[in-house]
């Protein structure tokens, strides 16, 4: 005997992780916290002094993302003539931390102190490489945790599975070279 309750066509859905329940209120405390401060500021030294630390933040922090780009462009420039002319490219190139430059400049454009303060903490480099190691290791550990394959089929699994919870499968075949060529279908639109 069945329950009076209907059940759904669809699966259940699948809980939300930690990060993604509290990452909104995180980015909403973030930015009350930045509005106060910018205002306790404004108390105390003046609107016009806060209007140049947030114009100054954000011209440096244009800066800074202009220069990191700019380097992480011609390395890779480097390393596309070094494989051109058969070279292996150097492995990092000295190029490591531009990420996190851009990041820095990026949280200087914000405007905000509290972006401020963290934006010119990464800039600074041993700071960025220890945060460059730290993430390089949580990366590798999360790899390893990942069931085989998970990653390189996340694409076609994406694309074979419909929102009715119905899998299409199929196969792609493909002509010989020699075969002689089909006239081309016509529209699906009519």
């Known amino acids: 005997m069945t329950s009076g309750a ?3 066509p669809y699966p259940a859905r699948p809980r939300r992780s930690r990060s993604r329940t509290f ?3 995180g980015i909403a405390a973030w ?11 404004a108390e105390a030294a003046g609107g016009f002094t806060v209007f140049l630390l947030l114009v100054a933040g954000f011209a440096l922090g244009s800066v800074v993302v202009k220069r990191a780009g700019r380097r992480a ?8 003539q070094q494989q051109q002319r058969g070279e292996a490219p150097t ?8 990420g996190f430059l851009m990041l820095g400049g990026l949280l200087l454009m914000l405007p905000g102190l509290v972006s401020d303060a963290v934006g ?11 945060l460059g190691r730290y993430t390089e290791r949580i990366f590798a550990r ?9 990653l390189g089929n996340a694409f076609q699994q994406a694309r074979i599975h419909r929102p009715d919870g119905k899998v299409v499968q199929g196969e792609v075949i493909r002509d010989d070279a020699g075969a002689a060529p089909q006239e081309p279908r016509p529209p699906l639109n009519r």
Do not use: C, H, M
């Open 73 to 80: 462009f011609r390395k890779l420039a480097e390393a596309v």
């Open 142 to 150: 999360k790899i390893r945790e990942a069931d085989a394959g998970s």
């Open 120 to 130: 010119l903490l990464l800039l600074i480099p041993p700071l960025q490489k220890a």
């Open 31 to 41: 930015l009350v916290l930045e509005i106060w401060l910018l205002t306790v500021v």
């Open 23 to 25: 990452l909104p209120l």
């Open 6 to 8: 209907p059940t759904s």
């Open 91 to 98: 492995a990092g190139g000295g190029s490591e931390g531009n």
